[in-house]
């Protein structure tokens, strides 16, 4: 049974750039969250995805952006991006109703230089 | 914004001893849980804890949960040196949202 796997897991762009980091959710799971970790920080809420549309959005700006597909898998894009965009992206894959367990990938490490 | 906080930031402790760490959060929430995260990897969840449960047990852990105090402590028993590891608490309102965290290590 496969968990949560993300790609790529390195990725180095320059100030301006946009950057597309892509899910697959856990066999049998429904929803993707998307979270922002800088390091030494805990992680940061992004967005979340249940059947193919945003259904929760924490405090980050337009420039996020994301989409889930028919299979439940999401791609999280970030436009125009920033030194302070460099952090650790995490995705994380529920069940609806499983009381909100979260299932994490390993991450996609940005850096922006 | 962190939405919790961990207290302490950091622990050291040798194997064998007990390892506590508490949570505090600001907001109405459904549940808490607490998750661990190896060197910058993913998280893994530990337990979780309902609003109207007061104590839980998994094994070596154990969590408490003071509604009226917003906060939460997570105690690990008998630590090994593979516990090393940050730990955060996570609260579920209307998002989840995770605290700062309490990096451990278990000294062997």
């Known amino acids: 049974d496969a968990g949560v796997t993300q790609s790529p897991t390195h990725l180095i762009k320059t100030r301006g750039q946009q950057v597309t980091l892509r899910c697959s959710p856990k066999?049998?799971?429904?929803?993707v969250s998307w979270y922002q970790q800088a390091l030494g920080q805990g992680p940061q809420f992004i967005f979340q995805?249940?059947?193919?549309?945003?259904?929760q959005r924490g405090n980050f700006p337009d420039r996020f952006s994301g989409h889930q597909f028919p299979n439940y898998s999401s791609e999280l894009n970030v436009n125009a991006l920033l030194l302070g965009d460099s952090a650790l992206y995490l995705c994380a894959s529920s069940l609806v109703g499983a009381k909100n367990i979260q299932y994490f990938g390993a991450g996609t490490r940005l850096s922006v230089l | 914004s962190q939405q919790g906080e961990e207290d302490p930031q950091a622990l050291s402790i040798q194997e064998g001893e007990n390892a506590t760490m508490n949570c505090s959060y600001k907001?109405?929430?459904?549940?808490l849980q607490w998750y661990r995260q190896n060197s910058g990897r993913g998280l893994v969840h530990l337990i979780l804890?309902?609003?109207?449960?007061r104590e839980k047990h998994s094994g070596r852990l154990r969590v408490t949960l003071d509604t009226s105090k917003k906060s939460s402590s997570l105690l690990i028993t008998a630590s090994r040196a593979a516990d090393t590891a940050s730990y955060f608490c996570?609260?579920?309102?209307?998002?989840?949202?995770f605290g700062t965290g309490t990096s451990l290590t278990v000294i062997p």
């Open positions: 907001t109405s929430i459904n549940n």
């Open positions: 804890i309902r609003s109207n449960e």
């Open positions: 995805y249940y059947e193919e549309e945003e259904r």
């Open positions: 996570a609260v579920t309102g209307n998002q989840f949202y």
């Open positions: 066999s049998g799971h429904d929803t």
